[in-house]
């Protein structure tokens, strides 16, 4: 199902653009948002007094007010400034929940240390609360599913925040499958009980399932069957490793079986740049305000600045929080790396079109026409603690008006 929504959008943007051009001025902008400030994210500058026109769920044309014809009878948004809706990028929104019950804590099983099988689509709940909360908040698009804590934790998925069932929501059923290396894997189980231990024990389900490939016939073991799709480039590895040591052992995993791979974590980043660099692995960074404690005690605030400037490309999440509500904001957690030295334009990339470069979302994270008309309204500079987000447009439609 990876793409469907974005071919769906796509084929719906063309069917008005041909309807458009038959029959002339029936086909108008529904909407249209205006900004002092208008981000892109597409490479270019900033847009000053610029306007975004969105027909149906899809955005059809952006630019400065100039040169942008307002169509009668379109909605206008006014703003201060605008952005591309924000995506987190390394979520269990949805899959845990806004309170401590064990009823929506569904992002770690623990009977197991090796279970790749398990979907986050037959887990996610697009109704929980969590997911309205930061949909207020401006993020219209989030990777979520299973968290660090085993050796293979599960699959994660992407959904947008909007949308009543899974099916609605759903952007893409299967985006990674979630490795954890490091004591993080070994807290909860009684093997593996070392990190050597924990590595041979993925290798050697790496290498059951790569020996397996040459068999005749698809395989009916579900978790080495997801498995051989990491082996044969389909679906990514996501590896959260948070000590150098460890982020190294990834690297060589990665190395030694040829797959695709995210880092996801990366509290010591900045000791290995140069590795992460050459191995060309893009980082899911752990939220900047994470507690130092544990595998994360020598997370740095600058760690988003020092892997840009290396040339790394870099997104911020939010991670996972063992209390309510249960997740934090990556609006926020990108403003303090940008504090501690993330060029702006860099600090709203990490959160918008970045992430979507780094999970394969090709109609989200930027504001271009044929885009998905996902877009956060603020009240002033959203790096600034004191702004709102004010409106919220996903696909085009208006999920939420009030300041936040």
């Known amino acids: 199902?990876?793409?469907?929504?974005?071919?769906?959008?796509?084929?719906?943007?063309?069917?008005?653009?041909?309807?458009?051009?038959?029959?002339?001025?029936?086909?108008?902008?529904?909407?249209?948002?205006?900004?002092?400030?208008?981000?892109?994210?597409?490479?270019?500058?900033?847009?000053?007094?610029?306007?975004?026109?969105?027909?149906?769920?899809t955005i059809s044309e952006v630019g400065p007010a100039s040169e942008v014809d307002v169509p009668s009878g379109a909605t206008v948004h006014e703003a201060t400034v605008v952005t591309p809706g924000l995506i987190d990028p390394r979520s269990t929104v949805g899959v845990s929940g806004l309170e401590n019950v064990p009823a929506n804590?569904?992002?770690?099983?623990?009977?197991?240390?090796?279970?790749?099988?398990?979907?986050?689509?037959?887990?996610?709940?697009?109704?929980?609360d969590l997911v309205k909360f930061v949909r207020q908040l401006g993020i219209t698009t989030v990777h979520t599913g299973h968290a660090p804590g085993a050796l293979v934790s599960g699959q994660t998925?992407?959904?947008?925040?909007t949308g009543g069932t899974v099916a609605e929501a759903l952007h893409d059923s299967l985006t990674t499958v979630a490795f954890t290396l490091g004591p993080d894997a070994q807290q909860r189980f009684e093997s593996p009980g070392t990190r050597s231990k924990g590595v041979a024990m993925l290798r050697q389900k790496l290498l059951d399932a790569r020996a397996a490939m040459d068999d005749e016939g698809p395989t009916t073991d579900l978790g080495q069957a997801m498995l051989q799709k990491v082996l044969r480039g389909e679906v990514p590895a996501l590896i959260t490793a948070h000590r150098a040591h460890d982020i190294q052992a990834a690297l060589r995993l990665q190395e030694e079986f040829g797959f695709?791979?995210?880092l996801d974590g990366a509290?010591?980043?900045?000791?290995?740049?140069?590795?992460?660099?050459?191995?060309?692995?893009?980082?899911?960074?752990?939220?900047?305000?994470?507690?130092?404690?544990?595998t994360t005690q020598n997370a740095a605030f600058t760690t988003a600045a020092t892997l840009h400037e290396a040339g790394v490309p870099v997104a911020i999440q939010s991670g996972w929080e063992p209390y309510v509500p249960k997740t934090r904001i990556v609006l926020y957690e990108a403003a303090i790396a940008?504090?501690?030295?993330?060029?702006?334009?860099?600090?709203?990339?990490?959160?918008?079109?970045?992430?979507?470069?780094?999970?394969?979302?090709?109609?989200?994270?930027?504001?271009?026409?044929?885009?998905?008309?996902?877009?956060?309204?603020?009240?002033?500079?959203?790096f600034e603690y004191t702004t709102h987000t004010c409106t919220v447009l996903d696909d085009g439609r208006v999920v939420s008006d009030e300041c936040k």
């Not at 970045?354 to 271009?368: E, F, K, R, Y």
């Open 267 to 294: 509290s010591e980043a900045y000791l290995v740049v140069d590795e992460i660099k050459e191995a060309g692995v893009p980082v899911i960074l752990h939220p900047t305000m994470t507690r130092p404690s544990g």
């Open 1 to 57: 199902m990876r793409f469907r929504s974005s071919l769906l959008r796509r084929l719906t943007l063309l069917l008005a653009l041909l309807v458009g051009g038959l029959l002339p001025g029936l086909v108008q902008a529904q909407h249209a948002v205006r900004a002092d400030t208008l981000y892109t994210m597409t490479g270019d500058g900033p847009i000053v007094d610029g306007v975004v026109l969105i027909e149906g769920s």
């Open 157 to 161: 998925a992407t959904f947008s925040t």
């Open 260 to 262: 695709e791979m995210i």
């Open 338 to 382: 940008v504090a501690n030295g993330l060029p702006r334009r860099a600090g709203l990339a990490s959160i918008t079109s970045t992430p979507a470069q780094i999970l394969g979302l090709d109609d989200v994270g930027t504001l271009a026409p044929g885009q998905t008309a996902d877009l956060a309204l603020f009240d002033g500079d959203p």
């Open 105 to 128: 804590q569904d992002q770690l099983d623990t009977s197991a240390p090796i279970q790749p099988a398990l979907r986050a689509i037959d887990a996610y709940n697009p109704r929980e």
